[in-house]
Protein backbone atom coordinates (compact mmCIF):
# COMPACT_ATOMS: atom_id res chain seq x y z
CA UNK A 1 0.00 0.00 0.00
CA UNK A 2 1.56 3.18 -0.97
CA UNK A 3 0.23 6.24 1.51
CA UNK A 4 1.16 9.68 1.02
CA UNK A 5 0.47 12.55 4.02
CA UNK A 6 0.50 15.95 2.22
CA UNK A 7 1.25 19.08 4.41
CA UNK A 8 -0.89 21.69 2.41
CA UNK A 9 1.06 24.60 3.39
CA UNK A 10 4.19 26.63 2.78
CA UNK A 11 4.14 28.32 6.55
CA UNK A 12 3.20 27.71 10.14
CA UNK A 13 4.89 24.74 12.17
CA UNK A 14 1.42 23.47 13.73
CA UNK A 15 0.13 21.52 10.45
CA UNK A 16 3.49 19.93 9.92
CA UNK A 17 3.81 18.49 13.88
CA UNK A 18 0.64 16.91 13.57
CA UNK A 19 1.86 15.59 10.36
CA UNK A 20 5.17 14.47 11.76
CA UNK A 21 3.01 12.31 14.39
CA UNK A 22 0.98 11.10 11.75
CA UNK A 23 3.74 10.12 10.30
CA UNK A 24 5.59 8.06 12.91
CA UNK A 25 2.20 6.65 14.13
CA UNK A 26 1.53 5.33 10.44
CA UNK A 27 5.03 3.43 9.88
CA UNK A 28 5.25 1.89 13.92
CA UNK A 29 1.55 0.53 12.42
CA UNK A 30 1.72 -0.19 9.13
CA UNK A 31 5.65 -0.86 8.52
CA UNK A 32 5.36 -2.36 5.07
CA UNK A 33 3.17 0.13 3.86
CA UNK A 34 5.36 2.55 1.53
CA UNK A 35 4.58 6.19 3.39
CA UNK A 36 5.75 9.30 1.58
CA UNK A 37 5.16 12.57 3.35
CA UNK A 38 5.30 15.67 0.93
CA UNK A 39 5.49 19.13 2.98
CA UNK A 40 4.66 21.74 0.52
CA UNK A 41 7.29 24.04 2.37
CA UNK A 42 10.29 21.91 1.28
CA UNK A 43 9.01 21.93 -2.35
CA UNK A 44 9.24 24.60 -5.15
CA UNK A 45 5.86 24.60 -6.78
CA UNK A 46 4.44 26.16 -9.77
CA UNK A 47 1.14 27.45 -10.20
CA UNK A 48 -1.19 25.44 -12.62
CA UNK A 49 -1.45 26.88 -15.69
CA UNK A 50 -3.83 24.10 -17.22
CA UNK A 51 -0.73 21.72 -18.13
CA UNK A 52 -1.12 17.73 -17.23
CA UNK A 53 0.58 16.67 -14.13
CA UNK A 54 3.16 15.01 -16.05
CA UNK A 55 4.31 18.01 -18.33
CA UNK A 56 5.38 20.22 -15.14
CA UNK A 57 9.40 19.81 -14.50
CA UNK A 58 11.04 19.48 -11.33
CA UNK A 59 9.65 19.44 -7.92
CA UNK A 60 5.69 20.14 -9.21
CA UNK A 61 6.54 17.08 -11.46
CA UNK A 62 7.37 15.09 -8.29
CA UNK A 63 4.87 16.10 -6.27
CA UNK A 64 2.22 15.22 -8.52
CA UNK A 65 3.19 12.11 -10.12
CA UNK A 66 3.95 11.07 -5.83
CA UNK A 67 -0.05 12.14 -4.92
CA UNK A 68 -1.11 9.84 -8.36
CA UNK A 69 0.56 7.37 -7.47
CA UNK A 70 -1.01 6.99 -3.94
CA UNK A 71 -3.49 4.74 -2.66
CA UNK A 72 -4.01 6.34 0.23
CA UNK A 73 -3.24 10.28 0.61
CA UNK A 74 -3.57 12.10 4.19
CA UNK A 75 -4.09 15.59 3.62
CA UNK A 76 -3.27 17.84 6.69
CA UNK A 77 -3.70 21.83 6.37
CA UNK A 78 -4.37 25.09 8.02
CA UNK A 79 -7.37 26.79 8.29
CA UNK A 80 -6.06 30.64 6.65
CA UNK A 81 -8.87 33.12 6.37
CA UNK A 82 -11.30 30.59 7.07
CA UNK A 83 -10.40 28.50 4.12
CA UNK A 84 -7.68 26.43 2.60
CA UNK A 85 -4.40 27.81 1.98
CA UNK A 86 -3.42 28.57 -1.85
CA UNK A 87 -0.73 26.14 -1.76
CA UNK A 88 -3.24 23.21 -1.28
CA UNK A 89 -5.72 25.01 -3.71
CA UNK A 90 -2.96 24.89 -6.26
CA UNK A 91 -2.36 21.11 -5.88
CA UNK A 92 -5.87 20.16 -6.56
CA UNK A 93 -5.65 22.84 -9.65
CA UNK A 94 -2.39 20.82 -10.93
CA UNK A 95 -3.93 17.75 -10.66
CA UNK A 96 -6.93 16.56 -13.42
CA UNK A 97 -10.63 15.90 -12.20
CA UNK A 98 -10.72 12.38 -11.17
CA UNK A 99 -7.34 12.29 -9.35
CA UNK A 100 -8.69 10.85 -6.78
CA UNK A 101 -10.48 7.99 -8.31
CA UNK A 102 -9.58 4.64 -6.11
CA UNK A 103 -7.84 6.83 -3.49
CA UNK A 104 -8.98 6.89 0.16
CA UNK A 105 -8.59 10.70 1.60
CA UNK A 106 -8.49 11.24 5.01
CA UNK A 107 -7.93 15.08 6.33
CA UNK A 108 -5.80 16.70 9.36
CA UNK A 109 -7.20 20.14 9.89
CA UNK A 110 -5.59 22.64 12.49
CA UNK A 111 -7.47 26.08 12.91
CA UNK A 112 -7.38 29.15 15.58
CA UNK A 113 -11.21 28.56 16.91
CA UNK A 114 -13.95 25.54 16.56
CA UNK A 115 -15.59 27.55 14.16
CA UNK A 116 -13.30 26.71 11.07
CA UNK A 117 -14.63 23.02 11.27
CA UNK A 118 -16.93 24.81 8.74
CA UNK A 119 -13.91 24.73 6.32
CA UNK A 120 -13.49 21.31 6.10
CA UNK A 121 -17.25 21.08 5.21
CA UNK A 122 -18.24 23.67 2.90
CA UNK A 123 -14.99 24.19 1.19
CA UNK A 124 -12.81 20.62 1.54
CA UNK A 125 -15.13 17.81 1.24
CA UNK A 126 -16.58 19.09 -1.37
CA UNK A 127 -13.69 19.41 -3.52
CA UNK A 128 -12.23 16.09 -2.57
CA UNK A 129 -15.32 14.64 -3.46
CA UNK A 130 -15.43 16.41 -7.16
CA UNK A 131 -12.23 14.93 -7.35
CA UNK A 132 -13.40 11.27 -6.87
CA UNK A 133 -12.44 10.69 -3.58
CA UNK A 134 -13.46 7.75 -1.32
CA UNK A 135 -13.46 10.30 1.64
CA UNK A 136 -12.84 9.09 5.33
CA UNK A 137 -16.00 10.76 6.67
CA UNK A 138 -14.38 11.93 10.59
CA UNK A 139 -11.48 14.17 10.56
CA UNK A 140 -9.19 15.12 12.93
CA UNK A 141 -9.40 18.93 13.65
CA UNK A 142 -6.90 20.23 15.84
CA UNK A 143 -7.57 23.99 17.75
CA UNK A 144 -4.47 26.33 18.89
CA UNK A 145 -5.22 24.93 21.99
CA UNK A 146 -4.36 21.61 21.25
CA UNK A 147 -0.45 22.56 21.07
CA UNK A 148 2.37 24.08 23.70
CA UNK A 149 5.82 24.20 22.46
CA UNK A 150 5.27 22.79 19.24
CA UNK A 151 3.76 19.33 20.66
CA UNK A 152 0.34 18.05 20.07
CA UNK A 153 -0.53 18.52 24.22
CA UNK A 154 -4.47 16.72 24.29
CA UNK A 155 -4.42 12.79 24.75
CA UNK A 156 -7.58 12.78 22.89
CA UNK A 157 -6.21 14.35 19.67
CA UNK A 158 -3.80 11.94 19.50
CA UNK A 159 -5.93 9.21 20.02
CA UNK A 160 -7.96 10.16 17.13
CA UNK A 161 -5.10 10.84 14.70
CA UNK A 162 -4.67 7.20 15.31
CA UNK A 163 -8.28 6.21 14.66
CA UNK A 164 -7.82 8.32 11.35
CA UNK A 165 -4.65 6.50 10.26
CA UNK A 166 -6.03 3.15 10.48
CA UNK A 167 -9.29 4.40 9.81
CA UNK A 168 -7.57 5.13 5.87
CA UNK A 169 -5.98 1.92 5.41
CA UNK A 170 -8.78 -0.51 6.56
CA UNK A 171 -11.19 1.82 3.93
CA UNK A 172 -7.93 1.74 1.16
CA UNK A 173 -7.95 -2.06 2.20
CA UNK A 174 -11.33 -2.66 2.15
CA UNK A 175 -11.91 -0.84 -1.40
CA UNK A 176 -8.87 -2.36 -3.00
CA UNK A 177 -10.92 -6.09 -2.24
CA UNK A 178 -13.67 -4.75 -3.84
CA UNK A 179 -12.28 -3.50 -7.06
CA UNK A 180 -10.09 -6.79 -6.99
CA UNK A 181 -13.30 -8.89 -6.33
CA UNK A 182 -15.40 -6.38 -9.05
CA UNK A 183 -12.57 -6.88 -11.51
CA UNK A 184 -12.22 -10.91 -11.16
CA UNK A 185 -15.85 -11.05 -12.12
CA UNK A 186 -15.05 -10.15 -15.91
CA UNK A 187 -13.09 -13.48 -16.22
CA UNK A 188 -10.52 -11.88 -18.80
Known amino acids: MNIV???GSNVGSKTRTAMDYTLKLAREKYP???ITLL??????MVFSDGR???EYEGDTKYVTETIMAAD???IGTPTFQASIPATLKNIFDLLPVNA???KVVSMLVTAGTAKHYLMIEQQLKPILAYMKAQIVQTYVFIEEKDFHRKEIVNDDVLFRIERLVEDTVVLTETYTNIREAKEAAYDF
Do not use: G, K, P
Open 5 to 7: LLA
Open 32 to 34: DAA
Open 39 to 44: DLAEFE
Open 52 to 54: NYW
Open 72 to 74: AII
Open 100 to 102: FRD
